[in-house]
């Protein structure tokens, strides 16, 4: 990790892609590229705030720009600003840190989701993207270029062109965990931003595309909050495993398992391009 000093430019740092310069982490509304917030934007501060925010969010944007202020788990505020100030890897310690939590990317008007698990403390963190700027999004993106989702092969930085069509990133907790291991508490918390996304989605909703057991179980659980008919016993996550399930208005809704797109996956070869190809192709039936 590299200890940051404060140079000439008094803690600014120049945005990889524009060059504005902005402090870290990045206030509400300041400029940075794809921000959903604004500096009146009403920020959680207690799990209650985070539900009764969430539940009045009229639309997915309205949504996103209060994810992307959030401090109601205070462990995770202080982590993601500790590596957002000092705790920067040396190889991006020029550059600002987003510091805040990730607001959903992609399409608002999806048919599918992609439910990841939660930040990376040098990814996401630092580029206020999901799965932007670390070794698991080179892998997704590219894949997700490969099969018509996305404009770019990369997703490098907010502001590089990159754009989803028909698929919409989110997480089952938004803000970088120490060791990526969120509580039981925390994901409990995060788990209103995700139900308000599903429930945002659901009217065009066709599939939810879980990457991990974290995630297919946090969205299983969100679900069920929504009175969606989920199967009984709770199906097991696994690879390419797909369940039916049935949402509030009853239309139905695949839900499909896949391999975290995580390095211990993807150098062991146990997640293989084509395996995570054939998955997204999936998606289209
Ligand atoms: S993990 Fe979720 S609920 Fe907790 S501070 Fe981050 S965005 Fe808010």
């Not at 439910?115 to 590219?142: E, H, I, K, Q, W």
Request: glycine share 10%; charged share 20%.
């Amino acid at each position: 990790m590299g200890r940051r000093d404060v140079g000439p430019l008094g803690g600014l740092d120049p945005h990889p892609v524009t060059g504005d310069l902005f402090p870290s982490p990045v206030p509400a509304g300041s400029g940075w590229p794809g921000d959903p917030a604004t500096s009146d934007t009403p920020v959680a501060g207690t799990p209650a705030a985070v539900r009764r925010l969430a539940a009045s969010a009229g639309d997915v944007a309205e949504l996103q720009a209060r994810v992307s202020v959030c401090r109601a788990c205070p462990r995770l505020v202080r982590w993601r600003e500790d590596v957002a100030v000092s705790g920067r890897r040396a190889s991006f310690a020029d550059q600002p840190y987003w510091g805040r939590p990730g607001p959903s990317f992609g399409d608002p008007d999806a048919d599918v989701l992609l439910v990841g698990l939660a930040p990376a403390a040098n990814g996401t963190n630092r580029t206020g993207r999901m799965f932007t700027g670390d070794a698991s999004g080179d892998v997704l993106y590219a894949a997700l270029h490969r099969t018509g989702y996305a404009a770019l092969p990369t997703s490098v930085a907010a502001g590089d062109g990159q754009a989803l069509t028909g698929i919409r990133i989110v997480a089952a907790v938004r803000c970088a965990p120490p060791e990526n291991r969120p509580t039981p508490r925390e994901r409990a918390t995060c788990a209103a931003w995700l139900e308000r996304d599903l429930e945002l989605s659901a009217p065009r909703l066709r599939a939810v595309l879980c990457l991990g057991a974290i995630g297919w179980d946090a969205t299983l659980a969100a679900v069920r909050s929504l009175g969606w008919d989920v199967p009984r016993p709770k199906p097991r996550f696994g690879h390419a495993r797909e369940v039916a399930l049935t949402t509030a208005d009853g239309h139905g809704v695949r839900l499909v398992g896949c391999y975290h797109v995580s390095p211990h996956n993807t150098y062991t070869g146990r997640l293989t391009p084509d395996m995570l190809d054939d998955v997204l192709r999936s998606l289209r039936r």
